[in-house]
């Protein structure tokens, strides 16, 4: 059996000790394919190192710069670093590279609310249905001093949303955070 297909088995047994030490050696190799790099750093993150998994990602997408699940990979290894920077250009060029991926997508938005950049954030925003895209809107709309009473008032509406809707108007540096809520209060049966 070579090296390569002893991988599939040891990883279906989570045996993270005994996959590293293959990975290891087949990263070694002069040859080796970024795929090698990419598992390597998935290995030490299920193993508990996720410090590690930095160094391997970007060798992986030193070898192959269209990697786009490896650059990925390392926008959320620079996010546990703390490293908005670098997390903001590992996701942008994974998000570049793959236009579908919603959770690149998401976490560029993220990143981007977090650096003040609203039009990034807009962009990555625009066009969700869900609670927190819209939440999320209505703060960027707020920030770029265009609030949106409609809404906030729709946000406000659902009791569901309502804990973070107001968490977030509290975080606004500008601040829209409405003295008296003008909402129908009746609570639905």
């Given at each position: 059996m070579t090296d390569q297909k002893k991988l599939g088995p040891l990883l279906a047994a989570q045996d993270w000790e005994a996959a590293e030490r293959l990975l290891r050696r087949l990263a070694k190799g002069k040859t080796a394919p970024p795929e090698v790099f990419y598992n390597l750093a998935k290995v030490l993150e299920a193993a508990g190192k996720p410090a590690q998994m930095a160094v391997w990602l970007r060798r992986a997408v030193a070898l192959n710069p269209?990697?786009?699940?490896?650059?990925?990979?390392?926008?959320?290894?620079?996010l546990n670093a703390n490293?908005?920077?670098?997390?903001?250009?590992?996701?942008?060029?994974?998000v570049d590279l793959d236009d579908k991926d919603a959770d690149a997508q998401r976490n560029l938005g993220r990143i981007a609310l977090r650096l003040g950049q609203w039009d990034k954030a807009l962009m990555c925003f625009s066009d969700q249905p869900d609670v927190e895209a819209q939440i999320t809107l209505y703060r960027i709309k707020v920030e770029k001093g265009e609030p949106d009473k409609a809404l906030r008032d729709r946000l406000l509406q659902d009791h569901s949303w309502r804990p973070e809707v107001i968490?977030?108007?509290?975080?606004?540096?500008?601040?829209?955070?409405?003295?008296?809520?003008?909402?129908?209060?009746?609570?639905?049966?």
């Open positions: 269209r990697y786009a699940i490896a650059w990925f990979e390392l926008g959320r290894a620079a490293d908005l920077e670098q997390a903001y250009g590992a996701f942008q060029r994974a968490k977030m108007l509290t975080r606004t540096a500008k601040g829209s955070l409405p003295l008296r809520l003008t909402i129908n209060t009746t609570r639905p049966r």
